[in-house]
């Protein structure tokens, strides 16, 4: 019976190509729509979630202080109200994993008749493990080489290609003002920030030799800001507040007395960024799925007219004993045939269109399995939905009346 009513669906639709093909277009351009409309979202996402990543997990930063001098004062990191002692202290608290206290700044490298301006970052072995920064070449430095203020470097991907010229640097003495430092390893690639800042465009020094031979320092011991890692994004809360209470009783202030530092949550401004692009790929999605109703409308017109002109059919099946709801399985067959193959093409469409936009701009795209089932599934279910009514009107024609029809 299935088989019957499947070869009749195809003669029905083989017959007006043209009227089918135009019904099947509305859900290829709206299936298609909703693919490459889920592909950039999703791709967007990835590209977030990728740049989230290179920043470590979990992280917050505790920058110093502000002073104020004849009235002006200064902004955040200003003061030195935060020390290295500060941060041994914090790297006791339950719930912290890394703890690495940095200094930083921008200065000029220079090796041989090659010069090249960037940020230059005081710190400790643990910065690499909170911001989950590989070494491709070579070795980082070690707590030894902190506490007697070695003259080492690690460099970034962009000081290498831009100091170096496709040398290896490894081995190789470059200077920072004027002080020479042997470059022990390149650091593995991050690419940029979340504000846009080449996160390779760095050189990593031991603490002690960035205060002493690079930027100085009017209070021994004193740091520019801590970074911190927590075991996990649960405990985050509860970290920053036992940081917070530790710094004010190291610091001796009042309940009355405003923080000397400024705290930072990394992972929330991060997350706060994949949420609007989340966001974003819903309402992408949201708005190509208009397409698939306006296809679905399609397919009732459609379906309508051809109830119409086939009257005289349905009035000669039901007199030789069709029911009604023989009537209804077959025209709800044909809508379903026009449907689902409508939904592939625009399946195949959007595909490709996606991958062809990948390649020709360089745009990350994601074409997940899922969100190609939903879209076909969603599509493929409106064409049912809208193929329904004129199944049943046909289903309800009076047979007597339909014989009559010219």
Not at 32 to 54: E, H
């Amino acid at each position: 019976m299935l088989k019957a009513m499947l070869g009749e669906a195809w003669l029905a639709m083989g017959a007006n190509r043209l009227r089918t093909a135009l019904t099947m277009l509305g859900m290829v351009i709206g299936v298609g729509a909703v693919v490459i409309m889920m592909a950039i979202g999703q791709g967007a996402q990835f590209a977030v979630q990728q740049t989230i990543s290179t920043m470590g997990a979990n992280l917050f930063i505790v920058l110093s202080g502000s002073f104020t001098t004849s009235g002006v004062r200064s902004g955040s990191a200003g003061g030195p109200t935060l020390t290295v002692g500060d941060s041994e202290a914090v790297a006791e608290l339950d719930g912290v994993i890394n703890v690495a206290p940095t200094h930083q700044g921008t200065r000029q490298l220079v090796y041989g008749s090659q010069n090249w301006s960037c940020t230059v970052v005081g710190t400790t072995p643990e910065y690499l493990d909170a911001r989950a920064w590989s070494i491709v070449q070579g070795a980082a430095f070690s707590d030894s080489d902190v506490r007697s203020a070695t003259r080492v470097a690690l460099i970034g991907k962009t000081v290498a290609e831009n100091l170096f010229a496709g040398d290896d640097p490894v081995g190789k003495t470059m200077r920072i003002q004027q002080n020479p430092f042997v470059v022990i390893g390149v650091l593995g690639a991050k690419g940029q920030s979340l504000d846009g800042r080449d996160q390779d465009d760095t050189v990593i020094v031991p603490l002690t030799t960035a205060q002493r031979k690079v930027f100085g320092t009017p209070f021994l011991g004193s740091v520019r800001m801590i970074m911190v890692q927590a075991e996990s994004a649960e405990n985050m809360a509860k970290v920053e507040a036992s940081v917070e209470a530790l710094l004010r009783q190291r610091h001796r202030l009042r309940e009355d007395t405003p923080n000397d530092f400024f705290m930072r949550n990394l992972s929330a401004a991060a997350e706060s960024q994949a949420e609007t692009t989340r966001t974003m790929s819903i309402l992408l999605g949201a708005i190509a799925s208009i397409s698939l109703l306006v296809g679905g409308i399609g397919i009732m017109n459609i379906m309508l007219v051809s109830v119409t002109e086939r009257t005289r059919e349905i009035g000669i099946r039901m007199a030789i004993g069709a029911r009604q709801r023989d009537i209804l399985s077959q025209f709800l067959l044909e809508a379903v045939m026009i449907s689902f193959a409508g939904c592939l093409l625009g399946l195949l469409l959007g595909i490709g269109i996606a991958l062809g936009i990948n390649a020709f701009t360089g745009m990350v795209i994601v074409i997940s399995g899922s969100a190609a089932l939903v879209a076909f599934a969603v599509a493929a279910t409106v064409g049912i939905f809208f193929g329904w009514y004129p199944a049943r009107k046909a289903a309800r024609l009076d047979p007597i009346e339909a014989l009559r029809y010219q």
